[in-house]
């Protein structure tokens, strides 16, 4: 009888076990573990909404070493191991984010660089993540950094990418839930064709003392865009990464940019971990290399949050494109 009412108990789970195991002993590393497992549970559960329209996203910084590129990839990843129809388009020279999402990008093979000077469509130089089937991805490789001198004389030369990217969109059989556009640490032409070609700009913000130096700079040149190529440009995301919980400084930073802009940086923040760096050398996001991990939990978290807000963010696009008509 006693082997009965044993069975009939219900099962723990993984964190109520690591709870049970390491709370008695006040263990730090325990409660960490328990956090990270209800955490991931959590997530594993959680239902993606889908936009009603496709969100055309560039994540941009000037600041270089912010994790822009590393918020791209494992954004895009995330939303892509949730269902979501994704493109990427790397338009940094160095390629970074072809190398993490799997994909070739050598000098000389066809790439972003081949579409700006228009010799290719987005649909020819496309690839397919080997990780995730949903998330479609247009390499960058060095040879795009003497593209800004050769279109420079273009009449169109700040809106090619778009003109390609409306393009692919009109004739794909796919439609695609999110455009994650990747730029170089920059404010040149490259990052121009990326803010007219999207309807919204992500940018990701190193938790550090400098973290709001050269961002006025940023909120200027999307300011010139808005009012000259792209009315209808959103400032909808910015994200806190690199945080460190332990330290005073990380949550002073985060508390000063979510003062300065409320609605618009996610609850959601990166830590510093040493997978995220390493997952890049082994060719993958860190969503496909420690799918188990803080950072892979802490930017799937960030992936819903973006996918949360869509409702508000399109119908914020459409006031501004009704605002402009």
Known sequence: MAAKDHQS???????????????????????????????????????????AKTRRIAVANQKGGVGKTTSTVNIAAALASKGAQVLVIDMDPQGNASTALGVPHASGEKSVYDVIEGRSGLGDVMTVCP???????????????????????????????????????????????????????????????????????????????????????????????????????????????????RTLLSREVYNEVKGHYPSIVLDTTIPRSVKISEAPSFSQSVIAYDPRGIGAIAYGEAALEIAKHSKQVLEAIDARRKHNS
Do not use: W
């Open 9 to 51: 108990e219900p099962m723990e789970t993984a964190s109520e076990t690591l709870h049970r195991i390491f709370d008695g002993q006040g263990s730090v590393l325990g409660n960490q573990i328990a956090d990270e497992s209800s955490r991931y549970d959590a997530l594993k559960h959680a239902a993606f909404p889908k936009p």
């Open 131 to 245: 990780d995730f089937p949903s998330l479609d991805v247009v390499p960058a490789s060095i040879d795009l950094s003497g593209a800004e001198l050769e279109v420079a004389d273009l009449p169109n030369r700040n809106t090619l990418l778009k003109e390609a990217l409306d393009l692919y969109l009109r004739q794909s059989d796919k439609h695609y839930d999110y455009v994650f556009i990747d730029c170089p640490p920059s404010l040149g032409l490259l990052v121009i064709n990326a803010m007219c070609a999207v309807t919204e700009m992500l940018i990701p913000i190193q938790a550090e003392y400098y973290a709001l130096e050269g961002l006025g700079q940023l909120i200027n040149t999307i300011g010139l865009v808005q009012t000259h190529f792209n009315p209808v440009l959103l400032v909808s995301t910015m994200l806190i990464t690199m945080f460190d919980r």
